[in-house]
């Protein structure tokens, strides 16, 4: 087998949560792309129906799912099992914000944090176990994280402790698990602008200063996300886990502040 023909997934099936727009479906075309049967879930049917139609023109087939993946991921791990009786990928794609408001993390409510956590961890928790029981022949695991989780991120930090949870679930998960031949990593993506990002910050008129920010100039998109997924979930990455990767043109908590020098 040739290095190229180790990112085919043919006949594997993959779970995406969030999948239906923005990075998450970035994800799950990609793993169509590499021939995997994708199950989608995501809280709104139309727009898991469009990611569907996407995946079933590259020629593969999608499963719906759909429903909030808090306390869901049973469900969804079982309707790949009734579909396509097995299930080798898990991506756990959900995350970010259901709060309009931010605060400083001393005046945030109770609720907003345990709300926080419940999306961001606790539903990536509950995805990795699911998924850990339906993969007797060992599989791959990725949790979509943040580089918030790796610093001190004011008036998110709800949202940062929670994925900085989430890097250290993967990394002890991924030494837990690495005797049934299930690998776990997390990626980090830097400023995608994604439909999501544009509702939550409303930053339309700043993209070009934001690019600024970004060592090779130009902020991501979902491929640049979903390339290192497949990656991950694939025969080419079969000697990685544990691992944290943060996909973001180059910009690191020591560069979040780089400009171009001016000519």
Same mark, same amino acid.
């Given at each position: 087998m040739s290095l190229?023909?180790?990112?085919?997934l043919d006949n594997q099936v993959a779970v995406v949560t969030g999948s239906g727009q923005g990075i998450g479906r970035g994800i799950a075309w990609a793993l169509a792309d590499a021939g995997a049967r994708v199950v989608l879930n995501a809280r709104r049917l139309t727009d898991l129906e469009e990611t569907a139609a996407g995946i079933r023109e590259r020629g593969t087939d999608a499963l719906i799912v759909e429903g909030d993946i808090r306390d869901f991921s049973e469900t969804v791990a079982d309707g790949a099992i009734d579909a396509f009786g097995r299930l080798d990928i898990w991506v756990n794609n959900v995350g970010g914000s259901d709060e309009k408001d931010v605060h400083a993390l001393i005046d945030t409510p109770d609720e907003t944090f345990r709300s926080q956590l419940?999306?961001?961890?606790? *539903?990536?928790?509950?995805?990795?176990?699911? /998924?850990?029981?339906?993969? @007797?022949?060992?599989?791959? %695991?990725?949790? %979509?994280?943040? =580089? /918030?989780g790796t610093r001190g991120s004011p008036f998110t930090g709800p949202y940062a402790a929670a994925k900085a949870g989430l890097i250290n679930l993967t990394q002890t998960l991924a030494?837990?698990?690495?005797?049934?031949? %299930?690998?776990v990593n997390c990626v980090s993506p830097g400023p995608v602008v994604t439909e999501a990002y544009r509702a939550v910050l409303g930053i339309e008129?700043?993209? +070009?200063?934001? /690019?600024?920010? %970004? @060592?090779? =100039?130009?902020? $991501?998109? @979902? +491929? +640049?996300?979903?390339?290192?997924?497949?990656?991950?979930? *694939? +025969?080419? =990455? $079969?000697w990685i886990t544990g691992e944290?990767?943060?996909i973001a043109g180059g910009r690191t908590q020591r560069s979040y502040q780089y400009? @171009?020098?001016? *000519?």
């Amino acid at each position: 087998m040739s290095l190229l023909d180790q990112f085919r997934l043919d006949n594997q099936v993959a779970v995406v949560t969030g999948s239906g727009q923005g990075i998450g479906r970035g994800i799950a075309w990609a793993l169509a792309d590499a021939g995997a049967r994708v199950v989608l879930n995501a809280r709104r049917l139309t727009d898991l129906e469009e990611t569907a139609a996407g995946i079933r023109e590259r020629g593969t087939d999608a499963l719906i799912v759909e429903g909030d993946i808090r306390d869901f991921s049973e469900t969804v791990a079982d309707g790949a099992i009734d579909a396509f009786g097995r299930l080798d990928i898990w991506v756990n794609n959900v995350g970010g914000s259901d709060e309009k408001d931010v605060h400083a993390l001393i005046d945030t409510p109770d609720e907003t944090f345990r709300s926080q956590l419940e999306l961001n961890l606790t *539903s990536a928790f509950q995805g990795c176990k699911a /998924a850990a029981k339906r993969m @007797p022949n060992g599989g791959a %695991i990725v949790n %979509i994280t943040s =580089g /918030a989780g790796t610093r001190g991120s004011p008036f998110t930090g709800p949202y940062a402790a929670a994925k900085a949870g989430l890097i250290n679930l993967t990394q002890t998960l991924a030494l837990e698990l690495a005797e049934q031949g %299930i690998r776990v990593n997390c990626v980090s993506p830097g400023p995608v602008v994604t439909e999501a990002y544009r509702a939550v910050l409303g930053i339309e008129d700043k993209l +070009d200063e934001l /690019a600024r920010t %970004i @060592p090779l =100039g130009r902020t $991501g998109t @979902p +491929d +640049d996300i979903a390339a290192m997924v497949l990656l991950l979930c *694939s +025969d080419a =990455g $079969g000697w990685i886990t544990g691992e944290h990767h943060l996909i973001a043109g180059g910009r690191t908590q020591r560069s979040y502040q780089y400009k @171009p020098k001016q *000519s």
